[in-house]
């Protein structure tokens, strides 16, 4: 081996060494980073199980000692949680199948249909993220009033299966399929909803996860419009209850009790991601690609 080839080899040599630091240096940054993510999450499931009188000590204390759960039996003795858990599962639920079926509908439309005017309704569709959902709050609660929907689920899950972001989505989504697939289909006698049933929603599940997450969160996590249509208990959805805890009696909070119900609010929201991560991790990553 001549002098340059072992020149060159041991520079190779340390471009490797230099990368693997730089690798493992950016590893151990994004570990703590998300190390430092779980904190708060770690904090509210150890506050929902420490007893009342150690929650506020001078001393922090991520392992409780005792470990008690009786923050959820008290806040299930307080207020009904079966209900409104039960009530913010049927919300979410047919929420989110809700929005993510018109947006579907409304992004094929945009996407894979031509007619007159389909760019500019599009846009100006788009416009309407524009609006603050503040503005709109008070025209949508007298016409849920004057309807007579105040206090039911009708109130509380149609006002927000229209999303101009699901509809922007999932056209992007179903932009991107090849029209060769819809030429055959046409050709082979298939009508409109054959091809948007049986083409395009399976080619694009990663959108349609990730809209379907994305939803869930939304309507799960709504406080302000439940606030406003939901006045009677048995309608009343878990982040409105949980509000109520706060305040209380002596305007003292009860924060293990507020923390397991947190824990308990939470905890669905983990699930669908997990179920949904698959597709919902090659959404990002196919749009990352696209840029």
């Known amino acids: 081996m001549t002098l340059r080839h072992r020149i060159?080899?041991?520079?190779?040599?340390?471009?490797?060494?230099?990368?693997?630091?730089?690798?493992?240096?950016?590893?151990?940054?994004?570990?703590?980073?998300?190390?430092?993510?779980?904190?708060?999450?770690?904090?509210?499931?150890?506050?929902?199980?420490?007893?009342?009188e150690f929650i506020l000590r001078a001393t922090p204390e991520f392992i409780p000692d005792p470990i008690t759960t009786s923050s959820y039996t008290d806040l299930v003795d307080l207020m009904p949680v079966d209900r409104m858990l039960m009530n913010s599962v049927v919300v979410a639920v047919l929420g989110t199948t809700g929005q993510v079926l018109v947006s579907a509908l409304a992004a094929y439309a945009f996407a894979r249909m031509t007619w007159r005017g389909r760019e500019v309704v599009f846009v100006l569709y788009l416009l309407t993220m524009m609006v603050p959902r503040q503005i709109t709050l008070i025209?949508?609660?007298?016409?849920?009033?004057?309807?007579?929907?105040?206090?039911?689920?009708?109130?509380?899950?149609?006002?927000?299966?229209?999303?101009?972001?699901?509809?922007?989505?999932?056209?992007?989504?179903?932009?991107?399929?090849?029209?060769?697939?819809?030429?055959?289909?046409?050709?082979?006698?298939?009508?409109?909803?054959?091809?948007f049933w049986r083409i395009v929603?399976?080619?694009?599940?990663?959108?349609?996860?990730?809209?379907?997450?994305?939803?869930?969160?939304?309507?799960?996590?709504?406080?302000?419009?439940?606030?406003?249509?939901?006045?009677?208990?048995?309608?009343?959805?878990?982040?409105?209850?949980?509000?109520?805890?706060?305040?209380?009696?002596?305007?003292?909070?009860?924060?293990?009790?507020?923390?397991?119900?947190?824990?308990?609010?939470?905890l669905p929201i983990l699930i669908v991601y997990v179920l949904a991560q698959k597709w919902f991790i090659r959404s990002v990553t196919l749009s990352g690609i696209k840029g």
């Open 201 to 266: 929603l399976p080619s694009a599940r990663p959108a349609l996860a990730t809209l379907t997450v994305l939803s869930f969160m939304e309507y799960w996590n709504a406080y302000l419009w439940p606030l406003f249509v939901a006045r009677r208990d048995v309608f009343m959805t878990l982040p409105v209850g949980i509000a109520k805890l706060q305040g209380g009696p002596r305007a003292l909070t009860q924060w293990n009790m507020v923390m397991a119900g947190a824990v308990i609010t939470v």
């Open 8 to 52: 060159q080899t041991r520079a190779l040599a340390r471009q490797v060494v230099l990368k693997r630091l730089v690798d493992t240096a950016a590893y151990a940054v994004l570990t703590l980073l998300a190390l430092m993510m779980l904190i708060p999450f770690v904090w509210m499931l150890s506050t929902s199980l420490k007893p009342a």
């Open 139 to 195: 025209p949508q609660f007298i016409l849920i009033r004057e309807l007579g929907w105040v206090n039911t689920y009708q109130a509380l899950i149609l006002p927000g299966i229209f999303s101009a972001f699901g509809v922007f989505l999932l056209r992007q989504s179903f932009l991107s399929l090849p029209r060769e697939l819809e030429e055959a289909a046409f050709i082979d006698g298939a009508n409109h909803f054959v091809i």
